[in-house]
């Protein structure tokens, strides 16, 4: 086992241990990377069944004041965002490259601020970068306090609302405050996984219990970082720090949906201009699914290349328990971005074929009433 | 018949002058669900400590050494049709190839069980 000693333990860090999980360092956190049945068992599971993460490390966070502040930074229509909706957006730094992705709600009523959920290993930078933006005009109340877990899979909706039955009446990117076993959580339909299912923000002193009370319903198993990152490949979500950061704009992670229209016309998300040239000209390259043709994955950093030339670089790769191969994404010349482009890709110095292949590899299931 | 490992989780088992190597069943268990194996050409040789296979698994990439030197006589193809085999059976079915190996004393320098079992303790 990692020496996970020094590291940040999220609230439900005893039971991972008491369940057997191997705890890995992850952005500064001792987290699950796997249970005693293993990455395949976890994945197929929670594509049949029901899945529980633990999300606590992401950073989540209550913005109140005034909304522009945090509209300035980011790419959604917050105007838009009615009680009880969330949203998946980007957050950009001046030139429009890709700080975070995260997601924000309104949970809370009409007048109750958002709820804002970033990515661990950003969270610290994300809220100073807030910070400093809302300059007194809004503020950011960070909710450490708080755990958040995840569950996924298509019996995630009978489970949960089984014990709230309120939340039935939510559809995909729905949320609200709801009382589960006594306990006040916020909970939004929505996840990491391709699947139905729910994310659920919960005081971090109540959250063994609410998770035992979970696991206790024989279609719900405790799922490792390294099945989460399997089943978000296989639905083509993106990973901050592998799929994107910094060096990539949202036209290149085609990730152009999550740029609300009245912000592309009022031209005032950070990098627009340079942003709106992208999508009307083509990046440069763009990030696309690759299905390896052989059986041995491309991992992160593989060199892709076409007719001899080196033309991008995978991002992610690893195995698609459920679509049964190896898959992969990466960025690759624009002009190769279509499903179908033959590639090679250089693993361990041999060229293996590989193709261009539509995201996702295994189809959303989303709930959307 | 004895069975002997190297530090890199390796075994290889002596069978006259032929030696049969996988890897161990503490391997398996840090690389976790085996799901692709790349095993050697028959009739290449190695050296003791060459790259000779290379397992993938859900989680990594993990290299195969040679225990001994020798020439490559059969490989398992089973375990590249069931990688799972590894997982399921690294001692027995989960085997990856068969070495015609020159110098014995090569298995000098390797493990046996009860050193083996202090080095993963």
């Known amino acids: 086992m990692a020496d996970t000693a020094d590291l940040n333990k999220t609230p439900l860090y005893d039971l991972h241990v008491e369940l057997g999980a191997r705890m890995v360092e992850f952005a500064g956190y001792a987290m699950p990377v796997q249970y005693p049945s293993g990455i395949m068992t976890e994945h197929l599971h929670t594509r049949e069944a029901a899945g529980l993460f633990d999300v606590s490390h992401m950073g989540q966070a209550r913005v109140t004041g005034d909304e522009a502040a945090l509209e300035a930074l980011i790419t959604a229509d917050l105007s838009a965002l009615k009680p009880g909706e969330q949203k998946y957006t980007l957050l950009l730094n001046a030139d429009g490259g890709i700080m975070d992705d995260l997601m924000v709600s309104r949970p809370f009523g009409a007048d109750g601020g958002l709820f804002v959920v970033v990515n661990a290993g950003t969270k610290g930078k994300d809220f100073a970068h807030m910070r400093e933006a809302f300059a007194g005009k809004a503020e950011l109340h960070e909710l450490s306090d708080r755990a958040l877990l995840a569950l996924q899979g298509p019996a995630a909706a009978a489970v949960f609302t089984g014990l709230v039955p309120d939340a039935a009446k939510l559809v995909f990117m729905q949320c609200g405050v709801f009382t589960l076993d006594g306990v006040e959580i916020y909970a939004s339909r929505s996840g990491y996984t391709g699947e139905d299912g729910f994310e659920i923000s919960v005081p971090a002193d109540k959250a063994g219990k609410i998770a035992r009370l979970l696991l206790s319903d024989a279609r719900v198993k405790p799922i490792g970082l390294g099945a989460r990152d399997s089943l978000r490949l296989e639905a083509g979500l993106c990973l901050y720090g592998h799929d994107m950061d910094e060096d990539r704009t949202p036209a290149e992670a085609a990730l152009t949906w999550a740029i609300a229209k009245v912000r592309r016309e009022r031209v005032d998300f950070p990098g627009a201009a340079k942003i709106l040239k992208q999508i009307a000209d083509g990046p440069a390259q763009k990030r696309v699914g690759i299905k390896p043709h052989d059986k041995s994955p491309a991992r992160e950093g593989a060199e892709i290349v076409h007719e001899g030339e080196v033309v991008g670089v995978v991002t992610s790769g690893g195995f698609g328990p459920s679509f049964g191969a190896p898959v992969a994404m990466g960025y690759v010349r624009a002009d190769l971005a279509k499903p179908g482009t033959p590639l090679e890709l250089m693993v361990r110095g041999k060229a293996r074929a590989a193709e261009v292949a539509s995201l996702p590899f295994t189809p959303h299931r989303f709930y959307r009433g | ?121």
């Open chain 2, 1 to 121: 018949m004895t069975t002997r490992f190297t530090k890199d989780h390796e075994w290889v088992r002596l069978e006259g002058d032929i030696a049969i190597i996988g890897i161990t069943q503490y391997a398996t268990e840090q690389l976790g669900d085996v799901i692709s194996v790349e095993l050697p050409d028959v009739g290449k040789s190695f050296k003791k400590g060459d790259e000779i296979a290379v397992v993938d698994s859900v989680k990594t990439a993990a290299e195969v050494y040679a225990p001994l030197s020798g020439e490559v006589i059969e490989i398992n193809d089973g375990i590249e049709d069931a990688p799972q085999l590894v997982n399921d059976e690294p001692l027995a079915g989960g085997w990856f190839a068969k070495l015609k190996i020159a110098d014995k004393g090569e298995l000098d320098g390797l493990m046996d069980e009860a050193a083996y079992a202090k080095h993963i303790a």
